[in-house]
């Protein structure tokens, strides 16, 4: 068993995590801990929900504990470790579970993310904290505003690096690390170490351990999968059918745009359905306020794109629906892992339209499963007159319907997917190794290439021509 007293964690840290009521390391806190206690830099391979955030957060905050002090002035408290996440909520919860592990001792954590006033932020960071995390965009409003002074930063995480890159913040993350001191400890995380991930590690890390512990290809055999072939017209019908039936208390419903997102939660609470709507769309505090309601159980269905929703620590919850499949395989699995948690069984119920063929093919071959599409039943026809007393027409909740997605089925049909990108890393199938993988063949492909391109390692001149054609500012 992997306990965390193997790890002699400083006592006041130790007893943080004893109240956690942890039992035993996570096998990424098993690898990764003593790699970071020994302040070599890391990329790891790891969703949220395998304890990544411990296992960053707590052999930084023991390094740190050498500058622990009771000073009430702000110059004794620089910030020494940040921590870049893709979403407000992400950013969010890690700062939360940060302060958690560090709440017996003197370092100090703070949280900045956009859509909230800077002001509060400002005033924090003035007091001065070991620990920041935030977003990039607004990490960089605080750095222009000279709220943020990171020129004593020693650690640095680019946590859910992937979900950066895919969001467009590659060029805030190269800005922002070009104000950090080059002496640092640089750890990534990603879900995929996709090219554009190996090329960020080959220019920001050195000497990577390479760790990895889950496979964005494998799902949790407690959950059920169901694909159900149900057209675009008739899949709220089929959606509030399935809640019925199987009187599922809770499910997170995916969709794959914004607009999608608020029309389907707005039409299925006009339907009675307890229904909240989280999307990049929504100001902080209604995305803050839709999380809480329903983590309390006042909301059953949480409408979701799935930038908003990745990484979201919500427990137990019994089932997930793919209102639209996703246009990436990968998020596939992303969100299904939001069920079947911890070995509770959990359910996956997908509504494929006839024009979704191909991205459920994809999911069959990254999932390296067998599909098959079910007819769905309806318990009763297809409305075709007035209802609600003539006050509303099946037609126009149609016309509300058919824009759910990220385009109408015509324009749907057209879109065409990112290209895949042939990775060999993720090509066989996942098998756990015993000992952490000693950045073997992945490190020593990332560092060859690093040691001839990266801005942070020497030499400088051949980075400065690398940075010339990708560079935005
Ligand atoms: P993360 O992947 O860091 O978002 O963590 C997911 C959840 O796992 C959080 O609720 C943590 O509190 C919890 N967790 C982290 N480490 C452990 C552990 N060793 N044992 C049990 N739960 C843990």
């Not at 020129?151 to 690096?161: F, G, M, P, S, T």
């Not at 159900?228 to 089929?238: E, L, T």
Request: aromatic letters at 6%; glycine letters at 4%; hydrophobic letters at 40%.
């Amino acid at each position: 068993m992997n306990s965390f007293s193997q790890l002699q964690l400083a006592p006041h840290l130790a007893k943080a995590v004893a109240e956690m009521g942890y039992e035993s390391m996570t096998p990424i806190q098993a690898q990764a801990i003593p790699v970071v206690l020994s302040g070599q830099d890391v990329m790891g391979a790891a969703q949220t929900g395998t304890g990544k955030t411990a296992a960053f957060s707590l052999p930084l905050l023991q390094r740190m504990l050498k500058h622990e002090n009771t000073s009430t002035s702000p110059a004794r408290h620089p910030v020494r470790a940040l921590v870049l996440l893709p979403t407000r909520e992400l950013a969010d919860q890690v700062a939360q579970q940060v302060k958690m592990y560090a709440k017996y001792t003197q370092l100090r954590c703070a949280v900045v993310f956009g859509g909230m006033d800077m002001k509060p932020q400002t005033l924090e960071l003035k007091k001065g904290v070991e620990v920041l995390v935030a977003t990039p965009g607004r990490l960089l409003d605080h750095i222009e505003a000279k709220t943020a002074v990171l020129n004593q930063v020693e650690y640095v995480v680019l946590d859910e690096a992937d979900r950066m890159l895919d969001i467009g913040l590659l060029p805030d993350l190269q800005r922002i690390l070009s104000y950090l001191p080059k002496q640092r400890t640089t750890l990534l995380f990603s879900a995929t170490f996709s090219p554009e991930i190996k090329r960020l590690a080959a220019s920001y890390l050195q000497n990577p351990v390479t760790i990895e512990v889950a496979r964005p290809n494998q799902t949790a055999s407690t959950v059920t999968q169901l694909f159900y072939s149900v057209p675009d017209d008739d899949k709220r019908r089929a959606l509030k059918q399935m809640v019925k039936q199987r009187s599922i208390s809770q499910a997170f419903v995916f969709v794959n745009s914004k607009l999608g997102c608020a029309r389907l939660a707005r039409s299925l609470e006009r339907e009675g359905l307890k229904t909240t709507a989280l999307h990049g769309d929504k100001s902080q505090d209604e995305r803050l306020k839709a999380l809480e309601a329903f983590k309390k159980g006042e909301v059953d269905l949480l409408v979701c794109t799935d930038v908003a929703a990745r990484g979201l620590d919500i427990k137990d919850v019994p089932a997930v629906f793919n209102f639209d499949i996703p246009y990436n395989a990968e998020d596939y699995i992303h969100r299904i892992g939001r069920t079947g948690r911890a070995g509770a069984e959990g359910l996956a119920v997908s509504f494929a339209s006839p024009t979704d063929t191909r991205l459920v093919t994809d999911i069959e071959k990254l999932t390296k499963q067998k599909i098959e599409l079910l007819g769905f039943d309806f318990e009763d026809e297809r409305p075709t007159g007035r209802i609600n007393n003539g006050r509303r027409h099946w037609k126009d909740d149609d016309a509300d319907h058919d824009t759910m997605s990220d385009a109408k089925p015509a324009a749907r049909s057209r879109f065409v997917p990112p290209p895949k990108v042939h990775d060999p890393f993720f090509d066989k199938p996942y098998e756990a190794s015993a000992e952490p993988v000693k950045s073997a063949a992945v490190s020593e492909q990332v560092l060859s290439t690093a040691r001839s391109i990266s801005p942070n390692i020497k030499p400088k001149r051949t980075v400065a021509a690398l940075f010339k054609t990708t560079a935005i500012d």
